[in-house]
């Protein structure tokens, strides 16, 4: 069975709790009915409502949080692998996120023709504001699906007004984007895949196996199912194929029973110490949380990450102008394969030559540049050991 069809069946498959009034289900939009146009950089001082509240008063909510200090780490981390568990609630003050690879990202990407460059994965605007200040010829269409790196992403440009719009929409969605902007081609794009450290470090998005918090792990908290839902209804089958084809999880079996077992699950922690307990000891010795493979299945699943991106990608092909580039950062196995087949198809190429044959066909959209892409430093895998795990690719369209 395909991924896609995985999650369509979960969807059927699953017994909607109510919320409010009405059952989950029809609060549910899998496609987002419109996009969110949340502040532009045209009109900044325009103010936009976004899913039911205008944006100031959602602003309001939020500053309301309370923040606290940094989580700790596995093994130490108290909050995993005990059944009496201790609920760390902790919340970063402010939205912090390092670009990966900023150095590598913006040599490709200075070179692109002027115009409208597309960052499809917002987060808190790192890579896209260093690009606007070093190229003042290109405007920036920045998209993310989470309402929260808009707001760090507005304050990180706001001495680039003016020179950006930011939509709150799912980057598949993009055409329906650039065509609300009225923005029929573009010079270039960005695709830094998967979630900011803030999202991870936020215990109540659920996303962490470090810090206790709801199990939720959405990215767009509007809509969609989210982990504990999906942990709690999915058949063992389903887990089983979740856990190996996101999370390329060995003991997928074992956990895949044992979180079937240990239903209702409604917590990070209570999900990470199952985990934890299914392993095989020498298991839990190798580097790395026993749980992260899991986790980032389940947060893979619950995204839809993997079954929107080819798409994406060939809208993204379609749009740029000749000699416009794109890149792509991707940070699991699963997802670079598909940037891979992608591009390679688009550049003409089948994915089952030999390395040294052959020339691209005359169809080919794109020309390619690395065939195994490029891979951190070692400088900034020491400064920042979250980028290590992170694979670039990209492309030029061509045409001239
Ligand atoms: C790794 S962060 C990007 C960080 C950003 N490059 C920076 O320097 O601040 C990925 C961001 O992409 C967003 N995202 C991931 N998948 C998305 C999708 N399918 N549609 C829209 N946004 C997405 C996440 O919400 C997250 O904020």
Redesign the pocket.
């Known amino acids: 069975m395909k991924a896609g069809s995985i999650y369509s069946q979960l969807e059927r498959n699953l017994t909607y709790p109510l919320m409010g009034s009405l059952p989950v289900y029809k609060m549910r939009a899998f496609t987002p009915p419109a996009c969110h146009l949340v502040r532009s950089g045209r009109n900044p001082d325009e103010r936009i409502y976004a899913g039911g509240l205008p944006v100031s008063e959602k602003e309001r909510n939020r500053d309301g949080m309370r923040s606290s200090s940094p989580a700790n780490g596995y093994p130490l981390d108290p909050a995993v692998g005990s059944s009496d568990c201790r609920i760390t609630r902790t919340r970063p003050s402010e939205y912090s996120?390092?670009?990966?690879m900023?150095g590598e990202v913006l040599s490709i990407l200075e070179q692109i023709p002027s115009g409208y460059f597309l960052?499809?994965?917002?987060?808190?605007?790192?890579?896209?504001?260093a690009l606007l200040e070093l190229r003042d010829d290109l405007y920036l269409v920045g998209?993310?699906?989470?309402e929260?790196?808009h707001i760090?992403?507005r304050k990180?440009l706001a001495d680039l007004n003016g020179r950006f719009d930011l939509v709150h929409?799912?980057?598949?969605?993009l055409d329906a984007v650039l065509d609300g902007l009225n923005v029929n081609k573009i010079s270039g794009a960005?695709f830094?895949?998967?979630?900011?450290?803030?999202?991870l470090d936020t215990p109540s998005r659920g996303f962490s196996f470090r810090n206790d918090g709801p199990l939720d792990m959405r990215?767009?908290r509007a809509t969609g199912i989210n982990a504990e839902n999906l942990v709690n209804n999915t058949s063992y089958q389903d887990m089983f194929r979740i856990l190996t084809q996101y999370g390329d999880e060995r003991h997928a079996k074992r956990i895949a029973r044992a979180i079937i077992k240990a239903r209702p699950i409604a917590t990070t922690s209570q999900l990470a110490e199952v985990v934890v307990n299914a392993m095989p000891s020498a298991s839990k010795k190798s580097p790395g949380h026993p749980a992260r493979r899991t986790f980032q299945a389940i947060r893979i699943a619950v995204?839809?990450?993997i079954e929107?991106?080819e798409s994406?990608l060939n809208k993204t092909i379609d749009r740029l102008i000749p000699n416009g580039r794109c890149v792509i950062?991707s940070?699991h196995s699963g997802e670079d394969r598909i940037v891979k087949r992608t591009l390679r198809t688009a550049a003409g190429l089948k994915n089952t030559v030999p390395k040294h044959l052959p020339k691209p066909s005359e169809t080919a959209t794109v020309r390619l540049t690395t065939r195994s892409g490029q891979t951190p430093s070692e400088d900034e895998l020491v400064q920042n050991p979250r980028s290590s795990s992170a694979r670039l690719r990209w492309f030029e369209k061509a045409g001239d």
């Open positions: 996120h390092q670009p990966v900023l960052d499809a994965t917002l987060g808190g605007a790192g890579h896209s504001k998209i993310d699906q989470d929260e790196a760090a992403a990180a929409e799912r980057f598949d969605r960005l830094d895949l998967g979630v900011s450290s803030f999202q990215m767009n995204n839809n990450e929107i991106l994406a950062i940070y």
